[in-house]
């Protein structure tokens, strides 16, 4: 066979290994996309009871370089009569009272923080492993402010509502814990405020009771 010859046999089968490989490769199927996790049920009990959420220990909301620390918060709230209690695929909300802080010190020495709370705030608790608990705060529904030697505002959910992040555990009573939960907030003020933050930590252990019948405990379970 001739050299020209040889290259041209060449070429073509080239040409239709490539033309194969093209076709393989388009009738490959598309991996299947990967399953998206389903909430499992879960159920609040004693159904329709009064709780109440108490601080155990103390509270944190770091912004920037500034901490606060509250040892004083309170919130109440009712769980949901049934069959609002109970939800087949996903968490039980509840709405809250907006928790009340107090007791509250600055890491800035001479500065004296206030915080008020406000509007419609909710917590939901899923099952799982473990219980996890998301408590919802309003557009605007926490502000810190500071006087003194800085006077600072720190507005959490400065603009749409902000779900923070929490674990529930079971007990007598039971607890509600935040642990490094991220908040956003928008923070305005002179000298010595943290104007570049744009969220917040916070920490905080609260222990829930049931307030209608003190010798039940508030409950979430599948």
């Not at 020495?109 to 408590?135: E, F, H, L």
């Not at 923070?187 to 744009?198: E, L, Q």
């Not at 003190?214 to 599948?222: C, N």
């Amino acid at each position: 066979m001739s050299r020209t010859r040889t290259a041209l046999a060449l070429g073509t089968a080239a040409t239709g290994a490539l033309a194969l490989a093209s076709v393989t490769a388009s009738a490959a199927p598309t991996p299947a996309p990967a399953p998206v996790a389903v909430a499992g049920s879960t159920t609040v009990t004693p159904a329709g009871h009064d709780f109440k959420a108490v601080l155990s220990g103390k509270a944190t909301l770091k912004a920037g370089s500034v901490t606060v620390t509250c040892t004083v918060s309170v919130s109440t709230g009712t769980v949901p009569a049934a069959p609002g209690n109970s939800n087949p695929a996903g968490a039980v909300s509840s709405p809250i009272s907006p928790p009340t802080y107090g007791s509250c010190t600055s890491s800035m020495p001479g500065v004296t923080p206030t915080v008020t709370t406000s509007g419609a705030w909710t917590v939901s608790m899923q099952d799982g492993s473990p219980i996890t608990a998301t408590m919802t705060v309003p557009t605007g529904g926490l502000v810190l402010r500071t006087t003194g030697l800085a006077s600072c505002t720190v507005t959490a959910a400065p603009t749409a509502a902000a779900s923070v992040a929490g674990t529930w555990a079971n007990g007598s009573p039971s607890s509600l814990t935040f642990t490094h939960a991220s908040v956003p907030v928008k923070v305005t003020g002179g000298f010595g405020c943290p104007t570049s933050a744009t969220a917040s930590v916070f920490n905080a252990v609260y222990k829930v009771s049931d307030v209608t019948d003190p010798a039940q405990g508030i409950t979430v379970s599948p």
